[in-house]
């Protein structure tokens, strides 16, 4: 994995990593006050709204998610 891009605000650190294996891009997110953590696949033309935004496309994940769970 490749570390394309870092921000840190407060206790959030949230990076873009791009894995050269197989070409995907992934945004990892760490809330190190509260231990909080989770990772979300970047598609390559969403990959920086997702890095700059992680928890409105955390939460899209989980609204789809729940969609698939009812049908």
């Given at each position: 994995?490749i570390?394309?891009?870092h921000?840190e605000?407060g206790s959030?650190?949230v990076?873009?990593?791009?894995?050269?294996?197989?070409?995907?891009?992934?945004?990892?997110?760490?809330?190190?006050?509260?231990?909080?953590?989770f990772?979300?696949?970047?598609?390559?033309?969403?990959?920086?709204?997702?890095?700059?935004?992680?928890y409105a496309?955390?939460a899209?994940?989980?609204?789809?998610e729940?969609?698939?769970?009812?049908?």
């Amino acid at each position: 994995m490749i570390e394309l891009a870092h921000r840190e605000s407060g206790s959030l650190h949230v990076a873009l990593f791009w894995c050269k294996e197989d070409a995907t891009l992934r945004v990892s997110v760490v809330d190190v006050g509260t231990d909080d953590a989770f990772e979300l696949e970047a598609g390559g033309s969403s990959a920086l709204d997702v890095f700059y935004h992680p928890y409105a496309y955390a939460a899209l994940r989980r609204a789809d998610e729940e969609l698939v769970a009812q049908s």
